[in-house]
């Protein structure tokens, strides 16, 4: 039988990615009501944007901080670094 690691699969507990079980940790070493709702919300989160969107969960924490990103610079950033991007040239042009 195959082992996990040569697919560069990330390992999973049933439907959940291995890694959220900080989550679960936390949430039995630190038990009540609000760790646990926390841990569950959290999962289901992660749950509904790896089956749902299928993002690995490196994607869409990726995208959140882009978002967040967009949100503080309000404007989109270039895909290309500040330093690569050309400067602007005035050419002499009379706009009217």
Known sequence: MADWRPTFKSPKLLIVDARLSVFILLALVH????TVGLALAAMGIL????VRKRMSLESSIRGVRMMLVNMAFSK???????????????YGRILD
């Not at 038990?31 to 609000?34: G, Q």
């Open 47 to 50: 749950v509904f944007v790896e």
């Open 76 to 90: 989109k950033r270039p895909p290309r670094p500040y330093a690569k991007i050309g400067r602007k040239t005035d």
């Open 31 to 34: 038990f009540s009501k609000l």
